[in-house]
């Protein structure tokens, strides 16, 4: 049993509340995301369950007992920062045998366990080499290693792809997705890189102002998101302000100028609101369309896949589309119509 739980946990530095309040569950198994802006308490919810920094209310359990004032040695768990901090004058080996080490292990049970762990980490015939020989996909592995070698039944990970570049960065997603799999090991994993987040999760936990903003599948907090910070933080959001009317036929929503745009309102919100439309989702027509919001063409960024097409309405909105399978795209300053699917909008209570 490796559960997690916050119960009301807070922590305050002087007049700063890092922490407000939260109550969290993370089950058996699970590998869960703390996704927020910097400074919005990821680092400081992480260390908490740590054990390197004391709540200032609140308490923490960990497979049900409470773990509180509990040293982070006695609290089984397996870290790794963003900063690798291996030892530099330490072999691979000898860096990822070394919380085996101080724990008192004996030489060849050292061996088989740090062996297995290079395996796992795909590292096996690099043992001998000191962390500057290594690339850093490879030093982050060895921090991984390092953390998995005493068989934690928590791994916590605070933005450990951080110093990767794009490329390599997946790739070790990928691999620690499957690892994790594997190894059914309990994972928190910290991160302000929503793409990250929602390729590597079971659950998200979004984070703002050291709140929590929404806990969530991915795809729950995508495409339903609680709020508008949550909308604007999971990717590009579109995000429409006014009242919904209920109308025949589905409901709309009107903005202040008096624009009626398609929405559906699962929750029967009526009265003023924000309309999400992700940017996958809007369609843009030819100015002639007999449907659409009327605007102009800003700019077309083409990447291969697809392409963002930025686009200003006719009232002065900016907004973004993202077209794919498209042979040829609208030019900067042509006039266009955007229309999408009512089933496509997201509504929330402004
Ligand atoms: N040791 C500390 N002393 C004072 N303030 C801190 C300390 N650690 C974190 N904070 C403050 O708490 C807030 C949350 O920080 P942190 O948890 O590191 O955010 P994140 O990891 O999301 O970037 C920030 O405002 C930060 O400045
Ligand atoms: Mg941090």
């Not at 699970?30 to 992480?46: C, R």
């Not at 509180?68 to 397996?78: K, M, W």
């Not at 999760?201 to 709140?211: F, H, I, K, P, W």
Request: aromatic share 4%; hydrophobic share 40%; proline share 6%.
């Amino acid at each position: 049993m490796s559960t997690i739980e916050l119960i009301g946990v807070s922590r305050r530095y002087g007049g700063v509340t890092a922490v407000d309040k939260t109550d969290l569950q993370i089950e058996d198994g699970e590998l869960v995301t703390l996704l927020g802006p910097s400074g919005s308490g990821k680092s400081t919810i992480l260390s908490m369950i740590a054990g390197l920094t004391q709540p200032s209310s609140g308490h923490i359990k960990i497979g049900g007992r409470d773990v509180t004032h509990v040293r982070p040695a006695q609290r089984n768990l397996g870290i790794v920062f963003q900063s690798y901090a291996l030892f530099p004058h330490m072999s691979v080996f000898d860096n990822i045998a070394f919380p085996l080490s101080i724990r008192g292990l004996r030489k060849t049970e050292i061996v088989k366990r740090v062996g297995k762990a290079l395996e796992q980490v795909r590292l096996t015939g690099l043992q001998d080499r000191r962390p500057s020989q290594l690339s850093g996909g490879q030093q982050q592995r060895v921090a991984l290693a390092r953390a998995l070698v005493f068989e934690p039944e928590i791994l916590l990970l605070d933005e450990p792809m951080g110093a990767l570049d794009r490329k390599l960065r997946e790739e070790v997603q990928l691999e620690l997705r499957q690892l994790q799999r594997e190894l059914g090991v309990t994972t928190l994993l910290v991160t302000h890189d929503q793409e990250e987040a929602l390729s590597l999760s079971t659950r998200v936990v979004v984070l703002d102002q050291g709140r929590v903003q929404q806990v969530d599948t991915p795809v729950g907090a995508y495409r339903r998101p609680a709020n508008r910070f949550v909308a604007g933080f999971m990717g590009a959001a579109n995000i429409f302000e006014g009242r919904i009317t209920p109308g025949v036929g589905g409901n709309s929503m009107v903005m202040a100028n008096g624009e009626s745009l398609p929405c559906t309102t699962g929750d029967a919100v009526v009265g003023p609101a924000c309309l999400v439309v992700r940017p996958e989702h809007i369609k843009v027509l030819d100015a002639a369309a007999s449907t659409g919001l009327p605007g102009r063409v800003l700019e077309v960024v083409y990447f291969g896949q697809a392409a963002r097409i930025h686009i200003q309405t006719d009232s002065g909105m900016p907004l973004v589309a993202i077209s794919d399978g498209l042979e040829s795209f609208p030019m900067p300053g042509q006039p266009v119509r955007m229309d999408w699917a009512p089933e496509h909008t997201w509504v929330m209570a402004a």
